[in-house]
Nanobody, 122 residues
């Protein structure tokens, strides 16, 4: 599966962005998809994940601000990010694992997209 992340950009604090992760593989509904982010000088961290059945799980700092959804017919997962803060500035990566069960661990994901940069200005 090849993944393409898009939708990043520059936004002011309090603003919103919607990221997309599109896969070119078949049977996309059989894959759980996760989003991770990496800020300069920091480790890549878990953001959110969605199962094949569209159950979602979020890191604590994203709860209430970020929303995941998926359109399996379009092989796409969306990450809606609201109330953005400067500390959300990072490269955001989507990843997929060949399981319908989600995981918060990077090592559980088999496929990674190239990342899309989100910059939140204060």
């Amino acid at each position: 599966v090849q993944l393409q992340a898009s939708g990043g950009g520059l936004v002011q604090a309090g603003g919103s962005l919607k990221l997309s992760c599109t896969a070119d593989g078949r049977a996309f509904s059989n894959y759980a998809v996760g989003w991770f982010r990496q800020a300069p000088g920091k480790e890549r961290e878990f953001v959110a994940t969605i199962t094949g059945g569209s159950s979602t799980y979020y890191a604590d700092s994203m709860k209430g601000r970020f929303t995941l959804s998926r359109a399996n017919s379009k092989n796409t997962v969306y990450l809606q990010m609201n109330s953005l803060k400067p500390e959300d500035t990072a490269v955001y990566y989507c990843a997929a694992r060949a399981s319908t069960y989600a995981s918060v661990l990077k090592r559980d994901y088999n496929f990674w997209g190239q990342g899309t940069l989100v910059t939140v200005s204060s």
